[in-house]
């Protein structure tokens, strides 16, 4: 069973940067496709980007040009570089495999919050 643990989040100023990290505790983790999830606080859960096995990222609209999705096989780990953020990028950033893990697992997510 996946294990998911998130981290790097914290408090950024717009036009600031942040890298997060999710660490995967899964022997199939070179066969998972791989995302970023983020709720704000009275939104549901979206998706932000994803990323194949071989490595293929895709984009949400709002942070296309913004945030970059890398993976590290070796290290099952899953990256989400975030550039110029902005208010409404503020929220709980969560990762998960497409399709999520069985029973509803999420890891306990990392909080971004950017306000000046």
């Known amino acids: 069973q996946v294990r998911l643990v998130e981290s790097g989040g914290g408090l950024v100023q717009p036009g600031g940067s942040l890298r997060l990290s999710c660490a995967a505790s899964?022997?199939?983790?070179?066969?998972?496709?791989m995302a970023w999830y983020r709720q704000a606080p009275g939104n549901r859960r979206e998706l932000v980007a994803f990323?194949?096995?071989?490595?293929?990222?895709n984009y949400a609209d709002s942070v296309k040009g913004r945030f970059t999705i890398s993976r590290d096989n070796d290290k099952n780990t899953v990256y989400l570089e975030m550039n110029s953020l902005k208010p409404e990028d503020t929220a709980v950033y969560y990762c998960?495999?497409?399709?999520?893990?069985?029973?509803?697992?999420w890891g306990q997510g990392t909080q971004v919050t950017v306000s000046s």
């Open positions: 990323i194949a096995p071989p490595g293929t990222p």
């Open positions: 998960n495999s497409v399709p999520n893990v069985p029973g509803d697992y």
């Open positions: 899964t022997r199939i983790f070179s066969l998972l496709v």
